[in-house]
């Protein structure tokens, strides 16, 4: 896949109305995940596979967790998704995991589960602009 079909694809898959200039926000930044994984296509492609095939199951682990009010497992399962979701460019979700981490940490129940909330749609776009990606090639 070339950079400038992985920028067309970026500027394709896009979530919300973004900045101040109603910039539209990358669900998932293709380029900026190539450029992560040194340029290694096959390698990029190992982790999107990753992410289809596990993080539904640890979004489920997740919600489990904060039902049982084990936030230690909250803030591990947060933090692995959050470092691969920053590294493949789906920074909003990213982002999220990291603040669902942090209240995980702080034992701040309330905000784990308004954050949860948040995360989830997001992360189901991730994997829904993942598979489109990975069908495109």
């Known amino acids: 896949v070339s950079l400038r079909r992985l920028i067309t694809l970026t500027e394709t898959l896009t979530l919300g109305s973004g900045g101040p200039r109603g910039d539209t926000v990358p669900v998932v930044d293709f380029a900026h995940a190539l450029r992560m994984m040194d340029g290694q296509e096959d390698v990029l492609m190992v982790t999107l596979l990753a992410v289809i095939g596990n993080f539904p199951i640890r ?48 034992h701040n129940m309330d905000s784990c589960q308004e954050l949860a909330e948040q995360f989830r749609p997001l992360l189901d776009a991730v994997i829904d602009a993942v598979e489109g990606y990975i069908q495109g090639r």
Request: net charge negative; no cysteine.
């Open 59 to 106: 979004m489920l682990e997740l919600e489990e967790a904060l039902a049982m009010n084990d936030l230690e497992t909250v803030s591990r399962l947060a933090h692995s998704m959050k470092s691969t979701l920053l590294n493949i460019g789906a920074n909003e979700a990213g982002e999220t995991a990291l603040d669902l981490e942090q209240a995980a940490t702080d």
